[in-house]
C-alpha cells in the first residue's frame, strides 16, 4: 500500500557527505517519525511505540523494536522499511534488534499517534492496557466519524488481524478498531 518512496522525500538526508555518529542519534528519531506503518500509514512507527531505544555501538547506530501484534506478518517489512529509512539518510549498516520483553502494548501508542488513527478512521485502542478486553467487559468504543458511542462489533478481525470490524448504530458507519492488547 504504502511506498516507502512516498517517506523517502521528508526524510532529511544530507546525502552520504558525511558519515553518520553518536550525534546523529537525535536525527535517527526524526527519521523513523517518517517511516510508517504499512497497515496504518498515517501512524509512524515513533507513534506506535515500538522503536524501544536507539543507541550508539561500536560505530553503528543501534535500534531496539519491539514488534507489534506477534506474528503480526507486518513485522518483518516495518524493520526493513527502517533499515532502509536510516540507510539513506546516512547511517550505514543500522542494526536492528527484537526486544520481545517487555511486550508491545497498544498504551504506548502516542498521544499524536491516536489522533492519527482517529483521523484515518480507525478508532483508536480505548483506554489503558486493558487486559479487561480479554476477560470480555466491554469497552465502549468510540465511533472515528461521529463520536457516538453507540457502536457494535461486527467481527473481531476487520481488514487485518490486528483489527476488529465495528458499525456505529449512530451514523451506521463500518469502522476498524485497532485491538487493545
Ligand atoms: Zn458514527
Known sequence: MVSSEQSAGLIASDGGAREADESDLPRAWQVLEQVMDPEVPVVSVVDLGIIREISWVDGHLRVAITPTYSGCPATELIESEIAKAL????????????????????DWISAQGRERLRAFGIAPPAGSTSKRSLLG???AICCPHCGSHDTEVVSQFGSTACKALYRCRACLEPFDYFKCI
Request: aromatic share 8%.
Open 87 to 106: 540507510e539513506r539518510a546516512g547511517f550505514r549498516a543500522p542494526r536492528l534488534e527484537r526486544r520481545l520483553a517487555p511486550a508491545w502494548t497498544t
Open 137 to 139: 467487559e466491554k469497552d
